[in-house]
């Protein structure tokens, strides 16, 4: 579904991505581990373009996005993303916040976004909080409601950013069962995380990541049980 | 317990009060120690200081009033990701920023004209007559104000956490619709309590423009002393009328702004 090939990511003189080269299927949990400062959420944020890479190349269903000829707006409504600030909109209600792009972007009657939007806040347990605002909800709530916001556009892959790294620990778990439900359901997903437990239960591969280079791909079983560069057991050795 | 609670309203009002009370007693003792000051002259007066009054309110507000639409302007072109656009919008504001404002003053109403562009009187329904040194009056001031209320929305644009503008990409919005629906609105809280003292500034800059004979507050106040032969008086007067627009206009802008902070 998405292919990365040779990317490149600079910032100034700064070498972030060093040449990634990898792919993301249909249907899989692509998890994303590796030190701070790794490059991580620029490869991420490189997928939706959010940060413009300096080389190389993306194919998005084998079309590349990466030269400019694509619509950038179109691919964004196919590819949600959730940030570890959740950057809800916060001068819209909840159930705003959810209806808002659907209705911009999908033409979607107020009816219609409304009835979709009650429907994700029935799954992640917060209707009630329809017309709330972000400000009173718990960090938890408000990273529900973005995964929300990000569903209601009908992605075909969403990318998490340390999605449970700004919350409390007793929230931590709310959102990665909603995240798990995804995962079930078949919903390709490219998470960045420090989640071990999670990426062991609902990964399908992992890579870890190490100064702007992938060092290591596998499976959760075999990466986190056997890894094989010295970097990755030290690595492994300090999160698990 | 009564008893404290009345006590505690009465320190709060004296609290809220204390600037004015200030004020009217630093007014106090200058008009004590100058002691022979005489202010009978406003019986026949009056009329020019309420005259002149109306005339700076008149100014200001027009002047903010384009000077907003300006400045909006100014700080799109500045923001903007055209490198010409964004030449252009700094330029401005530096321009401005970097010259007296009575300079820009006479540049406007003795170096246009002198291009071609005249000042017409202008009729307007409800107001009446505008002459046209009004006008420049107004264009001055509201082309320096644009270049400060320009700096104000940037800033004020740029303080919405870079968060928000990512996440209404990511979900595909295009950049001028993240921009109008989801930056703007949150920049306004920034935004408005700023504009507010811009207000108070233009209010008093607005005196210079006396200096091409338009009748506000300070030409009025000029007027009255060379009436009266009164040097100080009047300029009393006009001080005491400037702080109660300003100061109210900021203790007003106080209020609003902890409104706004609370429907947050
Ligand atoms: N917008 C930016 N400008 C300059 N440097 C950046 C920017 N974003 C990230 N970096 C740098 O790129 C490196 C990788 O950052 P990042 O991708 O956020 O790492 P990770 O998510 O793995 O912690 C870091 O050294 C960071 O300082
Ligand atoms: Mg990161």
Do not use: W
């Amino acid at each position: 579904m998405i292919n990365i090939i040779d990317l490149h990511k600079n910032f100034g003189k700064h070498e972030v991505l060093k040449g990634i080269n990898t792919e993301i299927t249909k249907g899989e949990v692509f998890v994303i581990i590796g030190p701070s400062g790794s490059g991580k959420s620029t490869l991420l944020r490189c997928l939706n373009l959010i940060e413009q890479p300096t080389k190389g190349d993306i194919l998005f269903e084998n079309k590349s996005i990466v030269n400019g000829k694509t619509d950038i707006n179109l691919i964004r409504q196919k590819m949600g993303m959730v940030f570890q600030q959740f950057n809800l909109f916060p001068h819209m209600t909840v159930i705003d916040n959810i209806t808002f792009a659907p209705k911009k972007l999908l033409k979607m009657s107020k009816d219609d976004s409304n009835k979709i939007a009650l429907k994700l806040l029935k799954r992640i347990g917060l209707e009630s909080k329809a017309d709330s605002y972000p400000a009173s909800l718990s960090g938890g709530q408000k990273q529900r409601v973005a995964i929300a916001r990000s569903l209601a556009m009908s992605p075909k892959v969403l990318l998490f950013d340390e999605p449970t790294s700004a919350l409390d620990p007793e929230m931590v778990g709310e959102v990665l069962y909603v995240m798990k439900e995804l995962a079930n359901e078949g919903m390709t997903m490219v998470v960045v995380t420090h989640e071990i437990g999670f990426a062991k239960e609902v990964g399908d591969r992992v890579i870890f990541m190490d100064d702007g280079k992938i060092i290591e791909t596998g499976t959760p079983e075999i990466l986190f049980n056997y890894p094989n560069h010295p970097r990755t057991k030290e690595f492994l050795s300090k999160v698990l | 317990m009564k008893n404290e609670l009345s006590l505690n309203r009465y320190l709060n009002l004296i609290n809220k009060l204390k600037y004015y009370m200030i004020i009217i007693i630093l007014i106090g003792i200058i008009v004590v120690i100058l002691g022979n000051m005489d202010f009978a002259f406003l019986n026949k007066y009056y009329k020019y200081f309420i005259y002149g009054t109306i005339n700076t309110i008149f100014l200001a507000l027009f002047a903010v009033l384009f000077g907003v639409l300006l400045g909006i302007i100014i700080s799109l072109m500045k923001l903007s990701s055209n490198k010409v656009m964004e030449i252009i919008g700094s330029a401005y504001i530096e321009f401005i920023r970097g010259t007296p404002i009575l300079v820009q003053l006479y540049i406007v109403y003795y170096g246009l004209p002198k291009l071609g562009i005249q000042f017409p009187d202008i009729k307007l329904p409800l107001i009446g007559m505008i002459p046209g040194d009004f006008i420049a009056g107004i264009l001055t001031l509201s082309i320096n104000s644009a270049a400060y209320v320009s700096e104000i929305i940037r800033a004020g644009i740029q303080a919405v956490d870079k968060g928000q503008m990512e996440a209404a990409r990511s979900l595909g919005l295009k950049h001028s619709t993240a921009m109008i629906n989801i930056i703007f609105p949150q920049a306004l809280k920034n935004i408005l309590p700023a504009l507010g003292n811009e207000f108070i500034v233009v209010i008093k800059e607005s005196s210079i423009v006396s200096i091409i004979g338009i009748q506000e507050l300070m030409y009025k106040a000029d007027t009255v002393r060379g009436n009266t032969f009164q040097p100080f008086e009047p300029l009393i007067v006009a001080a005491i009328i400037y702080f109660i627009l300003t100061f109210t206009l900021s203790k007003a802008l106080g209020i609003a702004e902890r409104r706004l902070k609370l429907s947050d």
